[in-house]
């Protein structure tokens, strides 16, 4: 029988991530994770072999984490817009600092030059993707927006408004950036929302 693990995979994946956050890829270290959950840097060693070996595990919990966080928000809203707003604004809560979100954005310029950590941050953008173009579906069938909107290039828009808007935000710093993505995702919405008589 084996030794008990202690601290779960899950904690030590949450923690790489506020480290991530907090000193981008140079100082991310086993060391730097292994002192955020108050573990040895060689119990990481045994559980995901190396630095990149973490880096994969996080980013297979990242892609399951899309699609969690979707149901999760759809289920706490009473609209599908209102959903979507929030998947928005959530997905990007890791980075609500300028240095958060350029610490993240360097990892994923790491990300697509890797082509194992490629492949699952592809994943992760079409998990967003597929929930967004859900959520917008829904918000067609129920009327919140007009008949006969092209649902998969709106969705495409979000993401797109998405990605730009957190990159503005962190060169002007202007407001907070959940704020940020809120007013540029309504501007893209507004003109396919059914006006309510």
């Known amino acids: 029988m084996g030794r008990p693990r202690g601290v779960d995979d899950l904690v030590i994946l949450r923690a790489a991530a506020r480290v991530m956050g907090r000193v981008g890829p140079p100082g991310l270290t086993l060391a730097a994770v292994a002192r955020e959950v108050g573990l040895v840097p060689g119990t990481l060693v045994q559980r995901f072999g190396s630095k990149h070996g973490l880096l994969l595990a996080l980013a297979d919990q990242s892609v399951k984490d899309a699609h969690e966080t979707a149901g999760r928000v759809r289920r706490s809203h009473s609209s599908a817009l209102a959903a979507v707003a929030a998947l928005t604004t959530e997905s990007a809560a890791v980075m609500a600092t300028p240095e958060s979100y350029a610490h993240h954005l360097a990892f994923l310029c790491a990300d697509l030059v890797d082509p194992q950590l490629h ?61 940020r993505l809120r007013r540029e995702l309504d501007a893209v919405l507004a003109p396919h929302i059914e006006e309510q008589s």
């Open 119 to 179: 492949e699952r941050a592809l994943a992760v953008h079409q998990a967003h993707g597929q929930a967004i173009e859900e959520l917008l579906s829904e918000a067609a069938a129920t009327g919140e927006l007009r008949a006969g909107t092209d649902i998969t290039a709106l969705a495409a828009t979000v993401q797109a408004i998405t990605a730009g808007a957190g990159l503005t935000w962190a060169l002007d710093r202007q407001g907070a950036l959940d704020q």
